[in-house]
């Protein structure tokens, strides 16, 4: 079934894909793998002490950068097409296994709606993506 989910939802979470429509603070804490995607509001202290793993984040008011701890995270629209495909698949999975409205609306206006995504990655796992966080690392400077 499609819903939120309470407190710490993800909390150590070490490689599984997980999709949840909310979950409320603490989400991702100490998660060192995986990927979760919220589709809806998050609780304050987002990703406290996440060392690993991906999230994404629908965030049409952008609400959400004020809730992430991002003291060892960072945040950017989610652009590069492998991490855009991947953050799809996940959604058109959650449809699929849950029958929810709100997966279903988000991927029928995707065109419109990827904009309202936050991708959240640890800085130190920066060096260590097989894929740039952005397009705009795959642009040569002019010299």
Not at 50 to 59: C, F, L, S
Not at 105 to 118: C, S, V, Y
Not at 122 to 140: T, W
């Amino acid at each position: 079934a499609a819903g939120r989910a309470g407190e710490r939802f993800a909390v150590r979470n070490s490689g599984a894909s997980v999709v949840v429509e909310g979950c409320g603070s603490n989400g991702c804490e100490y998660m060192t793998g995986g990927v979760a995607v919220i589709l809806g509001r998050i609780g304050a202290n987002f990703g406290a002490g996440m060392t690993g793993g991906m999230a994404y984040i629908y965030d049409p008011k952008a609400t959400a950068e004020d809730l992430i701890n991002a003291e060892s995270l960072v945040t950017c629209a989610v652009s590069h097409p492998h991490w855009e495909a991947q953050l799809r698949g996940l959604i058109e999975a959650h449809v699929v296994e849950t029958g929810s409205r709100h997966g279903e609306r988000i991927l029928a206006n995707w065109a419109d709606e990827r904009a309202n995504f936050l991708q959240v990655c640890p800085k130190e796992m920066l060096v260590h993506l097989a894929h740039p966080l952005s397009d705009e690392a795959l642009k040569v400077p002019a010299e």
